[in-house]
């Protein structure tokens, strides 16, 4: 393996920097030249590649976002898309690609393999959707930053004694949800993976109320009804005032935790030795604190099991 590409693409986490960097820095370790493409399969499709020395990953380990930016193309969903970045990849003479993203990365990277590019994928998503691995990188960033809101949040709806809903995003995943309604103790956690009972929400609100609760935090994942609606119901049904935050994309920025700038780093430097072992159509992720590689339809085709235990003791916890 004399030259290989690296990207990131669908939605960016923090901790992709720290994810270039250790693919680039390894690959330059080892003798390999490396190209970085720009916006995902869509810079693959269009030649925006340029090669990338020790000192242009430098100073990026800490930083939110991708250097090489991000984006969703459609036309590489099309066979024409893909034999178009064959093509760019011929004319590099790029021989294997490190993709970071999401599972339609991911998806995109096979189809590569398959035409005989040599492919591996890092799971960078703040969503921890991916059931393979137990993370994704700049899940444990965005946690910490919804976290950080919670307790903004608490302040200011324990001195109006109201309740309040912060939507978080996942898309079709409650684990941001989940994770942070244990770490901050919040009193409901409303995910796509449990049918929720607004009666049963209300009663806790009251229950807690009647006991001398100052606030109270329901977290709800994105895509589950309309969080206004939801604090409007709930207010008619507890008579408790009731607001509602959207985080939004705050969650997919900043500076990414220690722990994603370690698993970003460790995952990238073992993509580039898969790519010298000559692997191909391999995911990399972490089991048990464990690094991991698979086969990409493997990986894809395994369901993801909701994390019952986090979500009864949160319950717990808040009576
Ligand atoms: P994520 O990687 O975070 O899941 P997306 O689902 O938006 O994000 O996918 C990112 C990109 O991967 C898409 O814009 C597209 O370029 C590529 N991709 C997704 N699905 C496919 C597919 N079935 N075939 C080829 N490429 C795909
Ligand atoms: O996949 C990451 C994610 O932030 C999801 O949680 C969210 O549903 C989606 O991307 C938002 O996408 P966009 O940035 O295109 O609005």
Known sequence: MKTIGVLTSGGDAPGMNAAIRAVVRTAIYYNI?????????????????????????GDIIHRGGTILKTARCE??????????????LKVFGIEGLVVIGGDGTFTGAQKLSKAGIKTVGIPGTIDNDLAYTDYTIGFDTAVNTVLDSISKVRDTSTSHGRANIIEVMGRHCGDIALYTGLAGGAESVIVPEVEFNIDNICKKL????????????????EGIGNAFELGKQIEEITDIETRVTVLGHVQRGGSPTAFDRILASKMGGKAVELLMDGKSGRVIGIKKNELIDMDIDEALSIEKEFDKEKYELTSILSI
Do not use: C, P, W
């Not at 190209?35 to 340029?50: P, Q, T, V």
């Not at 009251?206 to 994942?221: D, E, F, N, V, Y």
């Open 33 to 57: 030249k490396v190209f970085g493409i720009e916006r995902g399969y869509d810079g693959l499709i269009n030649g925006s590649i340029e090669e990338m020395g020790l000192s242009s990953v």
């Open 75 to 88: 036309e590489f969903k099309t066979k024409k898309g893909q034999n178009k970045a064959l093509n760019i």
């Open 206 to 221: 009251i229950q807690g109320k009647s006991r001398g609760k100052l606030h109270s935090i329901i977290m709800l994942a």
